[in-house]
Structures are given as C-alpha cells and as structure tokens.
C-alpha cells in the first residue's frame, strides 16, 4: 500500500510560476517510478509527466515540455513539478501516481500503468 498527497496547487496567472509537491509514504519510495496526470473539467484524465525510479529518465508530454519538469527527492520521498509559464489551458485538477507496471517508453504515459494515486491538488491558470 501506497499513500500519495499532492499539494502546491492554486491560483496563479498566465506566464506565472507553481511547483507541485506529493509525498509518498508505505512502500520504499526508490522503488517506483512515478508519474503526474492531470484532469480538466468535462476531460479525460491525460499524462503530463514521469520520471523514473533513480531520476535519471524523464518524461514529458508535448504540451507542457520547455514549461514543467519533473524532479524527484528519494531521501524525502517526494516528487515535484516545477510549472513555468503557466498557460490557461493547464488549468486542471493534478495527480501524482506510482507506476506498477509495463514497460517501454508509452506505457509511462498510460493510465492503465499506475496503480495508487493521490487525491490532486487544483491548479488554476487565469488568463
């Protein structure tokens, strides 16, 4: 068993700043790569970020590279998302989620890969 809480979101202007925060506690942190999501209202949850269990792979989807980056702190069991030039478009509620399976680089970017998640934390980009 995984426990996830995100936190860091809230309201911010277009071309402003945010950085995500979820901490993880049960199961050995290092041990999982993780991944962040997000969901819009009236949208599909969609990928936005992951990154591998060392830090060493990252991945992105194309909408928000140049602007957000993933990071990781094994020693604090966290994951971050940095969010640059925030755009209204990334205005959606954000999920952090340990990855329990498949392999290869799609299947980073695939709900069906991520076994616990987080409750999300609301991110709102006003223009």
């Known amino acids: 068993q995984v426990q996830l809480v995100e936190s860091g979101g809230g309201l911010v202007q277009a071309g402003g700043s945010l950085r995500l925060s979820c901490a993880a506690s049960?199961?050995?942190?290092?041990?999982?790569?993780m991944g962040w999501f997000r969901q819009a209202p009236g949208k599909e949850r969609e990928f936005v970020a992951a990154i591998t269990r060392s830090g060493a792979g990252t991945y992105y989807a194309d909408s928000v590279k140049g602007r957000l980056s993933i990071s990781r702190d094994n020693a604090k069991n966290r994951v971050y998302l940095q969010m640059n030039n925030l755009k209204p478009e990334d205005t959606a509620v954000y999920y952090c989620a340990t990855k329990g399976s498949g392999t290869g680089r799609n299947s980073y970017t695939l709900m069906r890969s991520y076994d616990y998640w987080g409750q999300g934390t609301q991110v709102t980009v006003s223009s």
């Open positions: 049960g199961r050995t942190f290092s041990l999982y790569d």
